[in-house]
């Protein structure tokens, strides 16, 4: 298949495209950085003899960026789209303004929802295409801390829902992941309460399932931890701290 990464540059990404790359689909890697795309298609290029190019796009931008990136995929003949970006800020502790809080929202949802919404009628013409979003348990309820990026992740979430729905008698398969701790970027010298997968064990779960449709919690034992959080009355919860 012709597969569009958007932020496939490190952790995550990075994996998906080296797994991509390794059973045999072509890359179209998006990321903010040229050098580290033109390290990247270079190496995959070379190993495993596939098509690449690199698009560089920061979705981070409030003016309308993702237009190149929407035409590069119809060039590529893309038929996978894959979206494991993401940002999260320190300072998103409920009191970041409006341009801080607006780039949050445009990398963790904004921007990849219109991505979509634009190569939705291109995926639905072909035999057979993948849409693939990850959010984040950050999102399952809210804290003190992430507190724009959870609301983005759960924006993401309730947008790929209604996806999983418009994708009904369309030859499109649907997935999100709400993910736990990866070890990546995001997560490096941070205490965490849960283990953290590695980006490869991810990368490998989610190219196993690329057909299917679906929500799923990633590492699963995450769905657990849903419900209970769930379950907490607010009464309780709000007193929690983390
Ligand atoms: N790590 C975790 O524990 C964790 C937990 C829950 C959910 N998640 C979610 O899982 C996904 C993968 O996370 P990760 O830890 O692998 O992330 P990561 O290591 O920080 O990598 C993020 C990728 O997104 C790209 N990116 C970031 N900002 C961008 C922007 N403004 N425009 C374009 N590309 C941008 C980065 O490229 P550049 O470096 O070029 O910007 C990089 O390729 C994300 O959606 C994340 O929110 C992660």
Redesign the pocket.
């Known amino acids: 298949m012709n597969v569009l990464i958007?932020?496939?540059?490190?952790?995550?990404?990075?994996a998906l495209a080296e797994e991509g790359a390794r059973l045999g689909h072509n890359l179209l890697l998006?990321?903010?950085?040229a050098r580290?795309l033109a390290s990247l298609q270079s190496d995959l290029t070379l190993r495993y003899q596939i098509r690449t190019a690199g698009m560089v796009?920061?979705?981070?931008d409030e003016r309308n960026v993702i237009d190149g990136v929407v035409h590069a995929a119809e060039l590529f003949g893309t038929d996978g789209i894959m979206?494991?970006?993401?940002?999260?800020s320190d300072h998103d502790t409920g009191t970041l303004d409006e341009a801080a809080a607006l780039r949050l929202m445009n990398?963790?949802f904004v921007k990849p929802s219109s991505i979509i919404a634009k190569l939705w009628p291109v995926l639905a013409r072909r035999q057979s295409a993948f849409v693939t979003g990850?959010?984040?348990?950050?999102a399952i309820r809210g804290r003190s801390r992430n507190v724009v990026y959870s609301a983005a992740?759960r924006a993401l979430t309730s947008y790929f829902e209604s996806l999983c729905h418009m994708s009904t008698r369309t030859n499109i398969a649907v997935q999100l992941y709400q993910?736990?701790?990866?070890e990546?970027?995001?997560?490096f010298g941070k205490k965490l309460l849960f283990p953290?997968c590695t980006?490869s064990e991810a990368a490998r779960y989610v190219w196993a399932k690329h057909g299917e449709t679906g929500l799923w919690f990633f590492p699963a034992f995450w769905g657990l931890i849903d419900t209970i959080l769930r379950s907490i009355p607010l009464s309780i919860y709000r007193k929690l701290d983390f």
């Not at 958007?6 to 990075?14: C, N, Q, T, Y």
Request: net charge negative; hydrophobic share 45%.
């Open positions: 958007v932020g496939a540059s490190a952790g995550l990404g990075r998006v990321a903010t950085d580290d796009c920061d979705l981070s979206f494991p970006v993401g940002v999260a990398v963790n990850f959010g984040s348990v950050a992740k993910m736990g701790f990866i990546t970027q995001q997560t953290a980006p």
